[in-house]
């Protein structure tokens, strides 16, 4: 899987392009952290692949003479499970979408690419090509269980009878053991498929189809069953072999190739929104600035003006929100996680609810709390999150009523103790039991059309909608799902056509004496040393977005520096002792924004710095870094400024 290098592993990277330059420049890039293997054409790489079985991750150019990069990555994935980034110089969706849509793609960067965002998806496929080695040593290990330590085992004598079984055969039949003794496999197993092998033969199937059955309880399982025909000697008569059937739980492997499969569509599709979303949030925050600046200079007059700048500010904010759906869903934001009164912040939000859902209009559905008379435990969850996830729900809940209705929405406490876990097995959307402990539980339940299983298992997919076009682009319910795994706990849905759907967000409480309660760790103090200085540095690579916030701290009263590179910004702190803070985008080319404030760090200690960004990774940044989300309004960037710049 890994090269070794002076005792350090290091992953197998294979870099394809036909330019050399390209070549050298990823090279220098990745060779620090990884063992870089090069090819200069696509039929040379596929020659690679096929003596480099361990490659961890293929780093492919698009435009190359003898294969387009899609193409080659589309038959690389035929050889190797290696993670695989695109990497193309223009802007071809289509393209890239179509490999989204093959699986020949785990990442896409456009050119000229950012280092850090692509050593970023470096780590992120190496990491994943080791998680898949993992899940096949597992799977490897599975199989040799289940070919030599049966769940169930019945074996058979030369008329087809059973002449033995164990106990866990006889479960699965369905009868006390003695009953089974001399029955035929057919009146036992009826139209159950099995497939049969010599024991030379025998193999666990990958295509076999799976039994599904279901116990007394309602838990659901799955099962392989096969027959082992064992070799009877050349002088026997019988006109039936000796054989033993053996019946094996699958049901876990299942759900780990699914969650597999998943975790691979949903990286690919959440990089490209990430993409998308980040461009989008440059063009709004010129967008809603200019428009704010526009209206600072000229106050209307005229009420049908006035109403236009209204309707362009709130389209450009709706694009916002959208924005920010993509981003959450490709790379979630850090969980601000704290004790939550849940039925105080759901009294908090019942004015929002009944004015945004239960309010006048066609669509309109009251929205009534339900919730006990006993004091609730805190829940650790970060209550903007919670509140947006729930309004997801809310407004699905609604549309799930287009002829009117009722959405519930109600909360209880839940502890889950070993015991009960075992006996109830409280399972999630993740497939697997939740952890013994307390809970605070969340419920949206309405009395709409409901939903087939069919459609349940799609619903956290992205992109996946049950709504007409222009209604919704299936984000908010994959938003919703991600949102509680992060935050330590699972969703569970309940639904059936014509009656309704019931989702339940299950939070993880926090117990009285607050011992199981998270950490919460405040932004690190920054102090100056020069109290008297207001001017501030703008230091953004979109001359847009640099002129807007130039505008909100010039109308603030600030005296104001910008330029649009790291590099002038290092120019500029080593001449102007003046400058008391930087506002600073996070993904310059050249130089990031982390980079350059920390060499900022080194000339000025004093220097406070605010980061703006609207794809910000975090895991690149120090924990208490100042971060301004784009499209950002003036109140929040003067906000963040004043808490910075003393005298401000």
């Not at 054409?41 to 293929?58: F, H, K």
């Not at 006889?170 to 496999?185: N, V």
């Not at 009251?366 to 829940?379: G, K, S, T, Y």
């Not at 999150?385 to 839940?414: F, H, M, W, Y």
Request: with cysteine.
């Amino acid at each position: 899987m890994t090269a070794i290098i002076s005792g350090i592993h290091q992953d197998k990277i294979l870099i394809v392009d036909d330019e050399p330059e390209i070549l050298i420049a990823l090279t220098d890039l990745l060779d620090d952290e990884f063992s870089i293997v090069q090819a200069s054409s696509a039929q040379e790489a596929l020659a690679v692949l096929r003596n480099n079985p361990d490659i961890a991750v293929i780093i492919s150019d698009q435009r190359m003479r003898d294969m387009t990069g899609d193409m080659f990555l589309t038959e690389a994935r035929k050889r190797s499970d290696a993670g695989t980034i695109l990497l193309t110089g223009y802007a071809d969706l289509d393209t890239v979408v179509s490999a989204l849509n093959r699986g020949a793609i785990s990442f896409y960067a456009a050119k000229p690419w950012e280092a850090g965002s692509l050593l970023a998806m470096v780590r992120e496929a190496a990491s994943g090509y080791r998680t898949r080695c993992e899940l096949k040593t597992e799977r490897a290990l599975l199989r040799s269980l289940f070919d030599n330590l049966p769940l169930g085992l019945a074996i058979t004598d030369t008329t087809g009878r059973i002449t033995r079984l164990n106990a866990l055969a006889a479960d699965s039949f369905g009868r006390p053991l003695k009953e089974c003794i001399g029955q035929t496999e057919a009146a036992l197993l009826g139209d159950v498929p099995v497939e049969t092998k010599s024991a030379d033969e025998f193999r666990m199937p990958d295509e076999f189809p799976g039994v599904r059955r279901v116990a007394s309880d309602g838990r659901e399982s799955w099962h392989r069953i096969s027959r082992v025909e064992l070799a009877l000697p050349a002088d026997c008569s019988a006109t039936h072999p000796v054989s033993v059937l053996i019946d094996q739980n699958v049901t876990d492997l299942i759900e780990m190739e699914k969650r597999a499969r998943q975790a691979d569509k949903m990286q690919a599709i959440g990089t490209l929104a990430g993409g998308i979303a980040h461009d989008f949030n440059n063009l709004l925050t010129a967008i809603l600035g200019s428009l704010e600046l526009v209206q600072d200079m000229q106050p209307q007059t005229d009420p049908n003006i006035s109403r236009l700048f209204t309707n362009a500010m709130d389209a450009a904010r709706r694009g916002a929100v959208l924005t920010q759906k993509l981003l959450d869903f490709s790379r979630p934001r850090d969980l601000a996680r704290r004790p939550v009164d849940v039925p105080k912040l759901l009294g908090q939000m019942q004015g929002l609810l009944a004015q945004s859902i239960g309010g006048g209009g066609s669509r309109a559905v009251p929205v009534r709390l339900r919730l006990p008379d006993e004091d609730l435990p805190q829940a650790s969850t970060d209550p903007s999150l919670l509140e947006v996830a729930l309004v997801n729900l809310c407004l699905n809940a609604r549309d799930a009523q287009p002829k009117g209705g009722e959405i519930t929405i109600s909360a209880e406490a839940v502890t889950l103790s070993q015991e009960s876990q075992r006996e109830n097995m409280v399972v999630g959307r993740s497939g697997r039991p939740l952890p013994p402990g307390h809970y605070v539980v969340v419920s949206v339940t309405d009395r709409g059309v409901g939903m087939t299983p069919e459609t349940q298992a799609r619903i956290f997919e992205p992109f996946f909608t049950t709504k007409s076009v222009g209604s919704g682009i299936g984000l908010g319910l994959p938003m919703v799902y991600g949102f509680v795994q992060r935050n330590g706990g699972d969703v569970r849905v309940s639904s059936n056509p014509g009656v309704g759907t019931s989702i339940e967000l299950w939070l993880p409480a926090i117990s009285r004496d607050g011992r199981h309660g998270p950490v919460l760790a405040g932004p690190t103090e920054t102090h100056h040393s020069h109290g008297n200085q207001r001017s501030i540095l703008v230091v953004d690579d979109d001359p847009a977005v640099a002129a807007v916030t130039v505008g909100f701290l010039a109308k603030a009263g600030f005296r104001v520096l910008e330029c649009h590179s790291g590099a002038k910004a290092l120019d500029l702190v080593r001449s102007r002792p003046d400058i008391g803070l930087a506002v600073m985008d996070l993904l310059m080319p050249e130089m990031n924004g982390d980079e350059c404030a920390r060499r900022i760090a080194v000339l000025r200690p004093d220097l406070a710095v605010i980061f703006v960004t609207g794809f910000a990774d975090r895991a690149i940044l120090p924990p208490d870094a100042r971060v301004l989300a784009k499209p950002f309004t003036r109140e929040a960037l003067l906000s963040g400024v004043e808490d910075l710049i003393p005298g401000s």
